[in-house]
């Protein structure tokens, strides 16, 4: 991030008081200029639009975005690079950010400088609101790819200072540095936070300082991690949906409204099912398109999340909408011999009372078997798994087949992501 891009802050920051008309507005003129931008420079959106019978002036506002077929991830990984960068900017100048691929694709999105500062802004955006300062110091948890090059010119002026931990460190060897730097502000992914919880608790640690805030992102924040969180290092815990597709913060947490203010200004976020948007109160698959995504437009993307969006109104007087939850992703639920899908913190929540288990892991082998892989605690015993097997099969039914594993280590994957529960059943 600029020095001048200071000003686009500001403007963000202002942007989020504005009335939903006024922004529906910024956000259908943004729309408009990237479609056309698209038509003209980009091969792969050229093509489609041809395809279709479709001309940019065909989409005027977010609503006329279903004319547009939906970009998978597959397609996307299928599709040269070539066919996917708009050929009137620079290659040399673009940045790349890379997905973790916890879906099963790790992928590449090239940015240029103002789509990248963008990405930042998004997620400082997120932290003004929920009260960060510019003097906070802030202790951010991330995977080695993650790791920034270089410090900020901003942080040589004290402003906004980071110590950046890696994920797979020993989650005491994280406490020990935390209590050495004493942040103001944690940041870091929801099962990170709550390895440290749970070894701090356990371990009956004192941190010695006040954090003002944790916040969560990159992974569900279930509501028992989110309780023992907050207990733990008697602190808020926010939560803030991103992603690289998504340009960054696409929604963050509102205490006062009860769930997450999309950045409409940023992003376009669509919630479908079966291909057709859904209603607010339903779920549906989150679908985006990236605002200013002009080196390598991401139009009507599939993020494989699902989520709900509000019914209510805001009540912090922010003109954003709300998201009412977000689920996971969608190989994060199970499904059912009947199809029906179970989300993901139905099964976390099912696990919480079971004693005797340390780490699990559960991947859904197929419609009508599971298997979890555990690691022991100190107070495992005879009933351990008959409780554990009890407990899942209230939510899955009787005839689901529950196979345990006693593992000595439970192997993440190189993603920096912890995913409690894996579907390998194909939809």
């Not at 859904?278 to 549906?284: A, F, K």
Request: net charge positive; charged share 30%; aromatic share 10%.
């Amino acid at each position: 991030m600029r020095p001048y891009h200071i000003a686009t802050l500001c403007r963000m920051m202002k942007n989020q008081w504005r009335k939903p008309e006024e922004l529906a507005e910024i956000q259908n003129k943004k729309l408009r200029k990237l479609i056309r931008h698209a038509y003209d420079n980009v091969p792969f959106y050229r093509n489609m639009f041809m395809s279709h019978g479709l001309k940019p002036d065909d989409i005027r506002t977010t609503s006329d975005l279903q004319k547009i077929p939906i970009m998978t991830k597959s397609i996307f990984k299928s599709t040269s690079i070539d066919e996917l960068t708009a050929q009137n900017i620079g290659k040399e100048k673009l940045k790349i950010l890379r997905t973790s691929g916890s879906t099963g694709i790790p992928l590449e999105f090239l940015f240029h400088d103002y789509a990248h500062a963008i990405y930042k802004l998004s997620f400082a955006r997120a932290y003004f609101s929920n009260g960060v300062g510019l003097r906070d110091r802030i202790a951010q948890i991330v995977s080695l790819h993650r790791l920034p090059e270089k410090r900020p010119w901003y942080e040589y002026l004290g402003l906004w200072r980071r110590r950046y931990l890696k994920s797979f460190e020993d989650p005491r060897e994280i406490i020990e540095k935390l209590k050495m730097w004493k942040p103001d502000v944690l940041i870091g992914t929801a099962m990170t936070l709550k390895m440290l919880a749970l070894t701090m608790r356990d371990e009956k640690v004192i941190l010695g300082f006040q954090l003002k805030a944790i916040f969560s992102s990159s992974e569900l924040l279930d509501r028992v991690s989110r309780a023992l969180i907050a207990e733990v290092f008697r602190t808020k815990v926010i939560d803030i949906y991103g992603s690289v597709e998504g340009g960054g913060c696409i929604a963050y947490e509102c205490g006062e409204c009860g769930g997450y203010h999309i950045n409409t200004d940023t992003v376009v976020l669509e919630l479908v099912a079966d291909g057709k948007r859904v209603s607010p109160g339903q779920r549906g698959e989150v679908l985006i398109t990236n605002l200013h995504s002009y080196a390598m437009p991401i139009i009507r993307y599939n993020l494989e999340d699902i989520a709900i969006l509000s019914n209510g109104p805001s009540r912090c007087g922010r003109g954003f909408p709300l998201l009412k939850d977000i689920e996971g992703r969608r190989n994060e639920f199970i499904t059912l011999p009947s199809m029906r899908k179970l989300p993901p913190e139905a099964v976390i929540i099912a696990f919480h009372p079971v004693k005797g288990i340390f780490q699990w892991r559960l991947i859904q082998l197929d419609l009508d078997r599971i298997k979890v892989e555990f690691i022991r605690s100190s107070d495992f015993d005879s009933y351990t798994l008959k409780h554990a097997e009890h407990r899942i099969k209230k939510l899955t039914g009787k005839d689901m087949e529950i196979l345990f594993e006693n593992v000595d280590h439970i192997d993440w994957g190189a993603t920096g992501k912890r995913k409690l529960i894996h579907s390998l059943v194909e939809r």
